[in-house]
């Protein structure tokens, strides 16, 4: 059955956030390098980039290097940089004529210029474009971010262009990396891990969970449909009761 026809138009998460896991094991199975499975794990990349194009996913944003994983080995921290370096570069004309805009979130400064310059480019050239916002968060951790906008609001504070009583939820909001952005409604794990592994702890307050199995370059459409359907069966109570929610229906 094409589960792509099953969704509901209606009721499509504005934001899909993915830790995507499992490259690593997945070209252990096929008695591969680990970088191997980085490279396959692209082409799931531009497969669920379409899918979030054809049913109507406005912002995407994927976990491709965590602050934590400038401490693998270097020959895979390298080559993980090549990766992204080429990848940008071949993929972002294919970006481009699908209305996809790519963004970033992350301590940009610290990965290395070449990555920054191609980043750039590509942020250039897909800027006016609206069908489907990429956002890779690189060399990101959410206890980073969060460092880093307390320090911004401690110093507004201090230089009296704050007051302590201004300070609320959607304060700290704006001064996160991703304030540009809605929050996401649902976060996709790979791999079988039940972890948040300091990925949007705040953006995801309110985000429905989906683990599966399935090894990231394995994890292609008909899996993206999968999570898009199981978020569609859950109740979004935001602390409310159920007959809250229906009464307001
Ligand atoms: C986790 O699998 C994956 C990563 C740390 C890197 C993700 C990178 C890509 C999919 C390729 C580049 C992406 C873009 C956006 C161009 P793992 O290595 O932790 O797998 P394991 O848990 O099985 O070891």
């Known amino acids: 059955m ?8 209606l009721n499509v998460p504005q934001h899909v956030a993915i830790i995507m896991d499992g490259n690593g094991r997945w070209a252990k199975q096929q008695g591969e390098d680990r970088i191997f499975g980085h490279h396959e794990g692209v082409n799931s990349v531009r497969e669920i980039v379409e899918a979030c194009g054809e049913i109507g996913v406005k912002y995407l944003t994927l976990y491709a290097f965590s602050t ?15 990766l992204l370096v080429s990848t940008i570069s071949m993929e972002t004309p294919n970006l481009n004529s699908k209305g996809v805009k790519l963004d970033v979130i992350g301590d940009i400064q610290s990965l290395p210029l070449s990555c920054q310059k191609e980043l750039q480019e590509s ?11 990429l956002i890779l968060a690189l060399s990101y951790s959410s206890k980073w971010e969060i460092i880093e906008a307390v320090k911004k609001i401690a110093a507004a504070v201090k230089d009296n262009k704050l007051n302590i009583s201004d300070i609320n939820s959607n304060l700290i909001s704006q ?41 990231w370059p394995d994890f292609r459409k008909e899996e993206f449909y999968k999570a898009i359907l199981s978020y569609q069966n859950r109740e979004r109570r935001f602390g409310q009761t159920s007959e809250q929610i229906n009464q307001l229906q």
């Open 2 to 9: 094409d589960l792509k026809q099953s969704i509901n138009q």
């Open 68 to 82: 934590e994983n400038w401490n693998r080995p270097k020959d895979e921290v390298d080559a993980l940089m090549e």
């Open 123 to 133: 942020i250039d050239i897909t800027k006016h474009n609206n069908t489907v916002t």
């Open 175 to 215: 001064h996160l990396n991703t304030n540009r952005f809605p929050d996401p409604e649902l976060m996709i794990r790979t791999s079988g891990e039940h972890r948040i592994s300091n990925f949007l702890l705040w953006q995801l307050a309110y985000a429905e969970f989906y683990f599966t199995n399935v090894l």
